[in-house]
């Protein structure tokens, strides 16, 4: 730990440029990914990362011609401008095409983006070697990436890092003004088409920005991982918001803090690992590389606490669930046994030896919780129900022998058959449906056995009333 | 010839009746569809809700809805019946120009589509979504006036007003602010049918609404439409339950790769049309459309 504190204080401004950048390029990828993510489309991302390669290149060569032939002064150099209009025009081609090739192939969508995204990378692998005497473009740099330049031998701010911004601002400014569109075209392309919003150009221009937001970024991050920027957050987000406007702003919060924390880690993290194994001179890492790291492990963090669908949640929805039963197996227990031989209590030893459900630590639980809310009471004779306890049981019990009737009623099963499946549904049958099989039974005195249904009580019984918040749990089983 | 009729003409019959009568009369005789009526098809009515003239539907060349002539009648609830693969969703979303049309024209009120797209709205099939997206029901259901509200505007309280009452009419207003993936099938098709309200057109295409909801759902859709149909709408529904199409429907249209048949249900809803919509498809249109795929070549 004071390793890190060590590590960390060696925080300078270079640093804080590279963190800012990345966390600029990461936002502005966020923005698109947001869209890729819910149009179950991320791997276009993937895709156009590589094609947009050719765009740039393409864009080289293009100025080049356009130079020579006086059309522009060889003074501008090749301006950026460019090459964002190569990728802006490359990434509506592969969208475009692989559309042509899906539907005059008739391959499948995801065949068609393999094909056309690998063949327009090679082509711009291909057109590499044409200008890679009269232009700089380093293939390391384009598949890695070099935050770590960020700023050297710059005066005031990065380059990059107002390229990036600038990225950021224009994708948050598209999505502010085309807010209804995008939300309507990811979601329901056909009612989008009926409204008289083209759907296909929306996605053109989704394909536009994200081959744009792609070129700002992979200066900095590289090509393959700017696809974690493109996807990870926004994958993430998607698992921590139930709104769409939701889903874009934790994407953003997101975004920019694994893009810091991956830089701190990158700074920290190898030294802090590596020096205790003897390897003393590994003293950084891959900023991009921590950066999409940080992302990832901000994902684990999210599928595994968030709020309703993460493991922790569903595993304690489930556990809430499964002691409820327990419990209300007990009660049932108890109060079919007093039925036979009434005022008699059952031992403890007797009443876990009887119950089906539930594994031995559960039981224990939902006797000390039933006991502990007063439902029983232990005596001389052993575990006996209160007077709460009993109404409770009672309205498991008219679950129980309601749904043996129904199913008598509706299935072709030997009566020695209603008893299991009644016992799992039992637990789920609120008042409100008891009532509504009663009355479709007209009110049987009796169940398929013989036994008597008891009436439903009068005030909500506390089962019942129970029955109302755990709806959520059935949902989860 | 195979084995076992070889025998069995042999034993049960002489050589010559077994010639005479052929293998055919072994099998039970194929339904004989009626001769084509003349209903009141045929776009004879330029300013219907719909008027649908010639129109053939093809994936890849195949037609797969033939040649259909249809005016659909002002103010009344048709269904669109047909079996599997029969063309009802094709017919409703070539109509809307959502899937592209090989021949034919439509018309809405005597209009091209483009001209009067708020009049007409248009419920899919609940399957075709991803009901995981971050959207709450009423935000759905605001997405019928994104067209109202127009370009680069926000849906102001007064939209979301609009989006309210319509789901109040299917009896879901409790359900606004839920997230679409919190609610039952019936609920989420409640929606959708919300959405479609909340445009306030004057013809809804819905395909199949009543598609695996629960009983509750289905009576709140149905009085939903005899509403729509009071107030002088007309709907066309892509209809399952053979059962309640009278009792639900003023029109039927049956469908199976070809018009079958329309006209209201006291007329063309009869066990002779139901027999040749449903008794497989015509062998020679899938033989026609087979070699229209390959193009000629055998």
Redesign the interface.
């Known amino acids: 730990m004071s390793e890190f504190v060590v590590r960390i204080s060696s925080w300078e401004l270079l640093d804080t440029w590279i963190a800012v950048t990345g966390a600029l390029a990461a936002m502005a990828c966020a923005v698109p990914g947001v869209f890729l993510v819910?149009r179950?489309q991320s791997l276009i991302g993937d895709a156009l990362s590589h094609t947009v390669l050719l765009g740039i290149v393409g864009a080289y060569l293009a100025t080049g011609w356009l130079q020579r032939l006086g059309w522009i002064g060889a003074a501008h150099g090749t301006p950026h401008a460019a090459m964002f209009v190569g990728a802006i025009v490359v990434g509506i081609l592969s969208s475009v095409l692989t559309e042509a090739v899906q539907n005059a192939g008739?391959v499948e969508s995801s065949a068609a983006l393999g094909v056309v995204f690998t063949t327009l990378f090679a082509l711009g692998l291909l057109l590499i070697r044409a200008v890679a005497d009269s232009v700089h473009i380093d293939p390391d740099c384009v598949l890695y990436g070099m935050i770590e330049a960020v700023s050297l031998g710059e005066e005031g701010i990065p380059r990059a890092t107002l390229v990036n911004g600038g990225m950021l601002a224009v994708n948050l400014l598209l999505t502010a003004?085309?807010?209804?569109?995008l939300?309507?075209t990811?979601?329901?392309p056909?009612?989008?088409?009926?409204?008289?919003?083209n759907a296909r150009l929306v996605n053109y221009l989704l394909m536009a920005v994200t081959a744009a937001t792609l070129t700002a970024a992979f200066e900095s991050v590289g090509s393959i991982l700017v696809i974690a920027m493109l996807i990870v957050p926004a994958a993430t987000a998607?698992l921590l918001?139930?709104?769409?406007a939701?889903?874009l702003i934790i994407a953003l919060i997101l975004a920019a803090s694994g893009a810091v924390l991956g830089h701190a880690l990158a700074i920290t993290l190898p030294a802090i690992i590596f020096g205790p194994l003897g390897f003393p001179d590994v003293q950084d890492a891959s900023t991009a590389g921590m950066m999409a790291f940080a992302s990832g492990m901000l994902f684990v963090a999210a599928m595994i606490f968030a709020p309703r669908r993460g493991i922790v949640s569903q595993a304690w929805q489930q556990a809430r669930l499964g002691l409820r039963i327990v419990r209300e197996d007990v009660l049932g227990l108890l109060y079919r046994l007093d039925e036979r031989h009434p005022g008699s209590g059952c031992p403890r030893v007797d009443l876990l030896k009887m119950l089906a459900t539930g594994g031995p630590i559960f039981t224990r639980v939902a006797l000390a919780m039933l006991r502990s809310r007063g439902d029983i009471k232990a005596g001389v004779e052993g575990l006996r129900l209160t007077e709460q306890g009993r109404s409770s049981a009672r309205d498991l019990v008219r679950a129980h022998r309601l749904w043996e009737s129904y199913l008598a009623r509706h299935f072709p099963l030997a009566g020695d058959h209603l008893h299991q499946p009644a016992e799992r549904v039992e637990h789920y049958l609120d008042s409100s449906l008891q009532q509504e099989i009663a009355d479709e039974l007209q009110q049987p005195p009796i169940d398929p056995h013989g036994s008597s249904i008891p009436e439903a009580a009068a005030s909500t019984s506390s089962t019942a009333a129970q029955a109302t918040p755990d709806r959520k749990e059935r949902?989860s089983t | 010839m195979p084995q076992w009729v070889a025998d069995r003409g042999t034993t049960l019959w002489s050589h010559h009746a077994m010639k005479s009568f052929g293998t055919r009369s072994f099998m039970p005789s194929p339904p004989v569809p009626p001769a084509p009526q003349p209903v009141a098809t045929g776009a004879e009515h330029p300013q219907a809700p719909l008027s649908i003239h010639d129109m053939t539907v093809a994936y890849?060349r195949r037609p797969v809805l033939w040649d259909v002539d249809y005016d659909a009648p002002f103010g009344k609830l048709v269904a669109v019946v047909g079996p599997n693969g029969a063309g009802k969703s094709t017919l409703i979303?070539a109509v809307?120009?959502?899937v592209p049309r090989a021949s034919g024209q439509v018309h809405f009120f005597g209009q091209p589509y483009?001209k009067v797209?708020e009049r007409?709205?248009?419920v899919?099939q609940r399957s075709?979504?991803?009901w995981d997206?971050?959207?709450?029901a009423l935000?759905?259901v605001a997405?019928?006036l994104?067209?109202r509200?127009g370009?680069?505007?926000?849906?102001t309280k007064k939209w979301k007003v609009k989006a309210l009452e319509a789901l109040e009419r299917v009896g879901m207003a409790d359900y606004a602010q839920r997230?679409i993936s919190?609610l039952s099938g019936g609920q989420q098709q409640r929606v959708f049918l919300a959405?479609a309200l909340a445009q306030d057109a004057d013809l809804y295409l819905m395909d199949e609404p009543f598609a695996g909801v629960d009983a509750s759902t289905e009576r709140a859709i149905v009085s939903v439409l005899w509403d729509l149909r009071k107030s002088g709408k007309t709907a066309l529904v892509v209809h399952h339950d053979l059962q309640t199409v009278p009792e639900y429907f003023d029109h039927v249209l049956l469908l199976n790769m070809r018009l079958v048949a329309a006209g209201p249900t006291s007329d063309v809803f009869t066990p002779d049309n139901l027999r040749a919509t449903y008794g497989g498809q015509l062998a020679l249109l899938a033989q026609v459309g087979h070699k229209m795929k390959l193009g000629g070549e055998t």
């Open positions: 819910l179950r008739r003004a085309f807010f209804k569109e939300r309507v990811t979601f329901d056909s009612l989008a088409n009926t409204l008289g919003i998607t918001s139930e709104s769409l939701g889903v949902g | 890849h979303k809307l120009e959502l483009r797209r007409v709205a248009y899919p075709s979504v991803d997206f971050p959207v709450s935000q759905v997405m019928g994104y067209r509200i370009w680069f505007l926000p849906v997230q919190q959405r």
